[in-house]
């Protein structure tokens, strides 16, 4: 799947009931990407009950039409999602996790940080 090699590193499954979803450094998240993730995302999951952890690549960013594209996907999955981590880079990508934590919030637990073992630690206690 091109996804794979141009904007997605990885989305997996790991240890603790969490998907691990990681982005490249330098890439620029559309809608289609979003749409695609979302796709494996339920492939993986199969409609059960997990903690996303978002890994955001350095220099990686997301236009408006997406952010607001994966809102609307959490939104229609959010009985099936418990918590969210995101992890950042950057002071812009800081502003835009709040902006999008501000909506996801209301639906469950969602959290960002700028270490990934913080932000696992938060969601195994979740």
């Known amino acids: 799947m091109e996804l794979y090699t141009d904007i997605l590193k990885r989305i997996v499954i790991k240890d603790n009931n ?5 982005y490249h450094d330098n890439s620029f998240i559309n809608c289609e990407a979003v749409k695609l993730i979302f796709i ?4 993986l999951t199969e409609g059960r009950k997990i903690k996303k952890l978002i890994l955001i690549g350095k220099s ?6 997406a952010r607001q594209l ?4 959490n939104h229609i999955r959010k009985s099936q999602i418990i918590a969210e981590a995101i992890v950042v880079n950057s002071f812009f990508q800081k502003l835009s996790a709040n902006f999008y934590i501000l909506y996801l919030k209301k639906m469950y637990p969602t959290h960002f940080f700028t270490s990934k073992d913080l932000a696992i630690e938060w969601l195994i206690s979740k």
């Not at 969490?18 to 990681?22: H, T």
């Not at 494996?40 to 492939?43: A, K, L, N, Q």
């Open 60 to 65: 990686t960013n997301i236009s408006e039409e």
């Open 18 to 22: 969490i998907i691990e979803i990681a």
């Open 70 to 73: 994966i809102i609307t996907e």
């Open 40 to 43: 494996e995302f339920d492939r």
